[in-house]
């Protein structure tokens, strides 16, 4: 499954996607959990100290913000569209 990274993340990531096999049935949690093995930079960027998401970073799936639907219990299905975006700033 192809997870879709933008701007400063893609740094982290070294590139655009990242693929991950078998994320079919994982939570969003269990997701960043593979995530955070392969870039481990990518914890501090995503996460709280408690564990949350930092509150700036937005994961969607399908288009839709994780934190308003299961957040880190969201279950992800086969034909998801996931998409990580950091924060934006402009002026």
Do not use: W
Not at 19 to 28: D, P, W
């Amino acid at each position: 499954m192809e997870i879709k990274v933008y701007a400063t993340l893609r740094e982290v990531a070294g590139g655009k996607t990242v693929e991950i096999e078998n994320l079919a049935g994982l939570t969003v949690g269990q997701m960043l959990e593979q995530l955070f093995g392969r870039f481990p930079a990518l914890q501090s960027k995503l996460l709280n100290r408690e564990g949350d998401f930092h509150s700036a970073f937005h994961i969607l799936i399908n288009g839709r913000d994780a934190r308003y639907l299961d957040s880190l219990e969201t279950v992800i299905k086969a034909d998801d569209e996931i998409r990580i975006f950091p924060p934006v700033g402009g002026g």
